[in-house]
């Protein structure tokens, strides 16, 4: 089959589209045939090597850690999932990934796909997904009237977690640069903070959750913002625990069908509009990544990979 592998860490040239052996499965695992594969900051931050001590990967590996396709075969011990099933998903990240024509998951890392939406919408959503409702639902708790500030609200995880604490009735504050704010107002956002002209934590107060998409200068000024029994949570850097009486959390996502199916739903009732912005064939990968490292993504990247 054809794959996108590294064969050693590095800048984009390691990326290389070539032949790979078909993945073999493992008790409770099925073939997903992918028909799409989301993009993520974290393929080309393993590319690159940034996570070697966190993550032991073998190389050759196959990046890409969100999948939508099509299951084509079915592990031992399998119950609840069959050939033919369309299922969407965030597979164990130090496995092969799903940047090729096919791709072993754990049947319990899989949910039906969205039914209202098409492979390559799907197969953005995953990753980010669960990370923003990690966030939003899980962490934050995020209940009517409260004000979430949302960090880089124009990208992957801000899209949705926007529409996340829209649907859980608060009022939200994005950043965002000029030319994305009415991306960001579309996705239901109260306000909108241009970062590069206004600093934040000069318009922002009394926010009951700050969800740090950006860590760095910006995390540290975000205590700023908060009330004083405000949560900042960031997907990027463990910020304190505990600042002057404000708290503290970092959150590194996993594999959850649970989530998966939770946000399956709000996606056929119409409640949450996964944003694609950009879509590259397989073999232009590359360009993909050059992309997601410029910072500067419009919602989800996704890479088209087969047919159904
Ligand atoms: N811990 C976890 O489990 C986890 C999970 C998912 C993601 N992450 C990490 O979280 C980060 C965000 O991920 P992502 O997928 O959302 O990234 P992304 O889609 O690549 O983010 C791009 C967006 O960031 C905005 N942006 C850049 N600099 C900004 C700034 N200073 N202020 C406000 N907005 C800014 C850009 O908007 P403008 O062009 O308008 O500036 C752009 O729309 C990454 O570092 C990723 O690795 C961690």
Redesign the pocket.
Known sequence: MRAVRIHQYGSREVLRLEEAPMPSLEDGDVLVKVVAAGV???DW?IREGHLKEMLPHALPLTLGWDVSGVVSAVGAGVADLQVGDAVYGRPDIVRNGSYAEYVAVRASELAAKPATIAHATAASLP??GI?AWEVIVRQGRVQPGQRVLV????????SLAIQLAKWRGAHVIA???A??RDLVLSLGADEVID?RSTPFQQAVRDVDLVFD???GT?QALSWQVLKPDGLLVS??SPPAEQHEGRRGA????GPDAEVLRELAALVDDGVLRPLVGAEFALADVAAAHEL?ES??????IVLHVGTP
């Open positions: 993520n900051p974290v931050k990753l980010a990370t960090h880089a609200g124009a990208g992957g995880v801000g950043t965002a640069s030319a994305n970062y998409t950006l860590g910006v997907i990027v970092f959150v590194f996502i997601s910072g500067r993504a419009r919602g989800k």
